[in-house]
């Protein structure tokens, strides 16, 4: 089993439309959890960090399931600009070690 | 508020050739690192740096090497290219991964090609 696992989509959806990610995680000693943004041959960039009560950054939430390790992401509202990768990024501690998985890509449709 | 910066962007090498790529960033953290992304692979870590002087090997290490003399630069070197080694490398940079975990902040990326 990976370490991390997200669905890689795409996941196409209509303007306006609210889409859920989820990513599952293996280790159940993970400490921190992040998504980023990634945009076709761009670089990852930190979308938000994700705190075990849930945290929400304008049309975008992100929640923590520790119970059945996985951590999710909602947008609402979609826009045409939200079309990217998004990553799921796990960290371990103890190791230094950051995984990241392997992306869902998302494609919002006008 | 240059963030993280790699050199070069876009390189095209030969098989055996040999290249060293730049990282240098201006946010005076401590930890550094060097990614490898392939299609449908996701980000794999090649080589971290816990500080200046110090450096580990993180998943794929084989065929690279580094060096973190200062503090702000990272570098990664191909001792002799290989076809396997195309791909898109990614620098990143923390501060200290402290139990609540610090988001790294990446450059734009090398495009490196070996023929």
């Known amino acids: 089993r990976k370490e991390v696992e997200q669905d890689p989509g795409p996941f196409n959806v209509p303007e306006g439309a609210t889409v859920a990610f989820n990513c599952t995680y293996s280790?159940?000693?993970?400490?921190?959890f992040f998504w980023y943004r990634q945009d076709c041959r761009k670089e990852p960039k930190l979308l938000m960090s994700v705190y075990s009560s849930g945290n929400e950054d304008g049309r975008f939430t992100a929640q923590l399931n520790r119970a059945s390790q996985y951590i999710s992401l909602l947008i609402r509202d979609s826009k045409l600009s939200d079309s990217a990768t998004y990553l799921c990024?796990?960290?371990?501690?103890?190791?230094?070690?950051?995984?990241f998985g392997t992306g869902t890509k998302l494609q919002v449709i006008p | 508020n240059a963030g993280v910066t790699q050199t070069p962007k876009f390189r095209v090498l030969k098989t055996g050739q040999s290249m060293t790529l730049l990282c240098a960033q201006d946010m005076n953290h401590e930890y550094m690192y060097w990614y490898r992304q392939d299609p449908g692979m996701g980000l794999r870590l090649i080589h971290y740096s816990v500080g200046e002087g110090t450096t580990a090997k993180g998943e794929v290490p084989d065929g690279y090497n580094v060096s973190r003399l200062k503090k702000q630069n990272f570098l990664l070197g191909l001792e002799s290219a290989a076809p396997s080694q195309t791909s898109v490398y990614f620098c990143?940079?923390?501060?200290?991964?402290?139990?609540?975990?610090?988001?790294?902040?990446f450059g734009d990326g090398t495009r490196l090609s070996i023929l």
């Open positions: 990024v796990v960290y371990f501690g103890g190791y230094q070690k950051v995984t």
């Open positions: 990143a940079s923390s501060y200290p991964l402290g139990a609540g975990g610090q988001p790294q902040h």
């Open positions: 280790n159940s000693a993970s400490q921190s």
